[in-house]
């Protein structure tokens, strides 16, 4: 008998996603299920133009804003990329991150990876993940909020709301990070950069079949919005300043100052 159990997996996670490969009859709405979460790096990096620069540069940023002994969300954090780059960024007295998502499958994941992380390195920022729906929870002050491809999941009668929450939650001088896929309000330029993230995809290794079926699972339940969409949105929830980033074809990320 061994004295230890085996790992129940590695922590470095190299599943390839295969989960839109085979014909489906009825392709089901998209749900961030154990199924996504055993494939979720690989799907994002080859899903998503300027992924990994966008996590990497979020923990950039957030060393500018954070402050002293206040808090830093990662709101939808599957399984804690933005999180372990808030961590391997900010090193400013008493922050903590608070990592939330509503996925018991992305948040079991999230909490493995975020142990390995600690395992690794030393003086992280103290971290909480916490099951729970954005639209529900408790708020603290925080000198940071991230949202990375959160909102265009949340119905678009509550986002505007939910900014309004964020807004009254960030200390002054803090800060909103919002990356999004966006829409194009200009039919030929939303035809264009819908065409490029196809070639995109294809680059990486999608086929035809995937892209179509991976399209048709997610368009009832993601819904983007117009770069107009999201500027005038966070004004009204009381945000004084939208400033892009990052855009990589469709995708985009901005910061909203309070
Ligand atoms: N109401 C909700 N409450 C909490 N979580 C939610 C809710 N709705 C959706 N989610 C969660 O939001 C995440 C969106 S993925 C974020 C990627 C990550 N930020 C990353 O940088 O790797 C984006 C994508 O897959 O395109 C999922 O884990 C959902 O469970
Ligand atoms: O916009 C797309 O085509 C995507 O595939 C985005 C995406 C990435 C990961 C999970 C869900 C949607």
């Known amino acids: 008998m061994r004295a230890f159990p085996a790992p129940r997996r590695p922590t470095v996670n190299r599943q390839p996603d295969q989960l839109f490969a085979q014909p489906l009859d009825q392709v089901p709405d998209f749900?961030?299920?154990?199924?996504?979460?055993?494939?979720?790096p690989d799907m994002i990096k080859r899903s998503v133009p300027?992924?990994?620069?966008i996590v990497e540069n979020i923990g950039v940023l957030a060393g500018q804003f954070a402050q002293p002994n206040s808090l830093l969300y990662d709101l939808g954090s599957s399984l804690g990329a933005v999180t372990q780059a808030l961590r391997r960024h900010v090193?400013?007295?008493g922050?903590?991150?608070?990592?939330?998502?509503?996925?018991?499958?992305?948040?079991?994941r999230c909490r493995e990876y975020l142990h390995a992380q600690d395992a690794m390195f030393q003086e992280l920022l103290p971290v909480e993940v916490i099951e729970a729906d954005i639209l529900a929870m408790q708020w603290q002050p925080a000198s940071l909020v991230a949202m990375n491809f959160t909102l265009q999941f949340i119905a678009p009668e509550n986002r505007l709301e939910?900014?309004?929450r964020i807004h009254r939650t960030l200390l002054p001088g803090g800060a909103l990070i919002l990356s999004e896929k966006l829409r194009f309000e200009d039919q030929?330029?939303?035809?264009l950069?819908?065409?490029?993230?196809?070639?995109?995809?294809r680059a990486n290794g999608y086929s035809e079949l995937e892209i179509a079926q991976k399209r048709s699972a997610i368009e009832n339940v993601m819904l983007p919005d117009s770069l107009e969409q999201h500027r005038e949105r966070l004004l009204a929830a009381g945000f004084?300043?939208?400033?892009?980033?990052?855009?990589?074809?469709?995708?985009a990320s901005l910061v909203a100052l309070p």
């Open 31 to 40: 749900v961030f299920n154990e199924d996504v979460a055993r494939v979720f």
């Open 50 to 53: 300027g992924y990994p620069t």
């Open 91 to 93: 090193q400013v007295e």
């Open 188 to 191: 030929q330029q939303h035809a």
């Open 95 to 108: 922050c903590r991150v608070i990592a939330v998502d509503n996925s018991v499958a992305m948040v079991e």
């Open 193 to 201: 950069l819908t065409d490029l993230h196809v070639a995109f995809k």
């Open 162 to 164: 939910l900014l309004s």
């Open 240 to 251: 004084s300043n939208v400033v892009p980033w990052f855009q990589c074809l469709n995708f």
